[in-house]
Structure formats: structure tokens, C-alpha cells
């Protein structure tokens, strides 16, 4: 359950800090402050309540084809080790770390529909969760325009029907759905899988991680409103578009 208010970000890692990473060796040294930043993105998420147990998982494209990085399968985001993290090739072979997420297929789908993506993450989120358990508000959008914020950092969020946790056939779906939100010229930061959470992704690990607060944060505001606010009028999001660029 996520905490009264997610509280200002950490200043972005820079080149060297972090911690210990005696156990990189190689090529794999220059991902240290990738390595690093998907640490701190989810020790952020952990200790504020985004995520649980061992719940999640966070991935980064790498520069120059060099493949992904991605937290292990069942580790806890909140205690992740730089050197544990899974470095896999484009074509989702493991090259070194622990043993890969088995929702590797899934993101490896989100960074080939869209180009501009240099992390994923996946929680649990519980009220994201708790929405598809109550009934979200379309499945073309989990939740309503209610906020200009969320109109302008998060957009439309389709829902996936349900499959096991790392089915293929999600993937295919979630790849699919990226592509008719390019062809309707529609953002899509996030999709949302029925009864397991959601999928964000952005630029870069804070900026994806700002998407996952914003959307969790909306969807409690629209759990815990009676009756349920109205949805921003057309005239109010073609000012978002107009003024701030919101491809809604």
C-alpha cells in the first residue's frame, strides 16, 4: 500500500558513485552507473510502498545494442546488488548475473514497439490492482481524464486481459496495443495487466518512475473519491494539448 505522499526524488546517481561492484568484471564495468540507478530507483519504490516482497522488476536498454539489464527473477526491488543484476543480449540470451525475470519477453516487446524507451518497470501496485479487482473505467483507459497531470504525464492506460505472470501472449498483446496508440498519434507510457499491475516505461529509470507514481496515485484518488469526480471536459484537454503538448 503506497505511503501518504511518495516524497521528493534522490538526486540522479553520478559516474562512480554507488556501491561495490567487485564482482563486475570486463565490459561489464562501464554499466556501473546504470547498474547503480536501478538499484536506487528500486530501493526508492520499496521503502516508499510501491512494491512489496519480491514483487516487480525494473530493466534498462543498454547503449550501443548492447542489450538489457534487468533485476533478477523473485528478487526484492528494495535489496537489489548492482552485480546480481541480469545483463541479457538483445535477443534475451544471459550473458552474466543472476537468472533473469521471467517477464524478460514482455519488456524486450515494450522496447521494440517504442524506440524511445530506455527503462521498464513493473509493480504490483495496490491500488492499480485493487482497480482491476473493482472494475477499471474502460478497458481502451483504466482510469478518466480526472487530473491535468495525469492526462499530461501518464495518458491513456489500456488494459491487458489477464495471463500468467510471464506469458508470451502478453507480451504480443502489450506490442500490439503500443502500436495502434502510434498510428491514433496517442502517447502510451503504460499499459496494465489484469489483476497483476502495471508496465510503465520512459527515457530513463526516474522518469519512468515518476509515470508509475503518478498513475498509482491517480487511481487512488479515483478508488477513494464518492461519487466519481467527472472526467476533465474536451475543451480542458485540448488546452493540455495546445499549451503543453498532451497527446491524449
Not at 526524488?9 to 559516474?15: F, K, S, V
Not at 537468472?99 to 516487446?109: C, G, Y
Not at 524507451?117 to 504490483?124: E, G, S, W
Not at 479487482?133 to 478518466?144: D, E, H, M, Q, R
Request: hydrophobic share 40%; charged share 20%.
Amino acid at each position: 500500500m503506497t505511503t501518504s505522499g511518495p516524497g521528493p526524488h534522490p538526486g540522479p546517481l553520478r559516474e562512480g558513485e554507488g556501491g561495490k561492484h567487485s564482482a563486475l568484471s570486463g565490459g561489464e564495468g562501464a554499466h556501473t552507473p546504470l547498474r547503480d540507478e536501478i538499484c536506487r530507483v528500486g530501493r526508492s519504490l520499496f521503502e516508499r510502498g510501491y512494491v512489496h516482497a519480491t514483487a516487480g522488476n525494473i530493466s534498462v536498454r543498454l547503449p550501443d545494442d548492447a542489450g538489457f539489464l534487468i533485476t533478477p527473477t523473485d528478487a526484492c526491488l528494495g535489496f537489489l546488488a548492482p552485480e546480481q543484476l541480469a545483463h541479457v543480449s538483445l535477443q534475451g540470451e544471459q550473458r552474466s548475473g543472476a537468472r533473469a525475470s521471467k517477464t524478460l519477453a514482455l519488456h524486450r516487446r515494450i522496447y521494440a514497439a517504442d524506440g524511445t524507451a530506455r527503462c521498464v518497470i513493473h509493480t504490483h501496485s495496490t491500488h492499480l490492482v485493487a482497480l482491476t479487482l473493482a472494475g477499471v473505467w474502460s478497458a481502451k483507459s483504466i482510469l478518466p481524464p480526472i487530473t491535468p497531470y495525469f492526462v499530461m504525464k501518464v495518458g491513456r492506460v489500456p488494459l491487458i486481459p489477464y495471463h500468467r505472470p510471464g506469458d508470451p501472449a502478453a507480451a504480443e498483446i502489450v506490442f500490439e496495443a503500443i502500436g495502434a496508440a502510434k498510428n491514433a498519434k496517442q502517447d502510451m507510457r503504460a499499459v496494465m495487466l489484469d489483476r497483476l499491475g502495471p508496465n510503465v516505461w520512459h527515457e530513463s529509470p526516474a522518469a519512468a518512475m515518476a509515470v508509475l507514481e503518478e498513475l498509482e496515485e491517480t487511481s487512488q484518488l479515483w478508488l477513494m473519491t464518492t461519487p466519481k469526480p467527472s472526467p476533465l471536459t474536451e475543451a480542458q484537454i485540448d488546452e493540455l494539448r495546445s499549451t503543453f503538448g498532451a497527446r491524449w
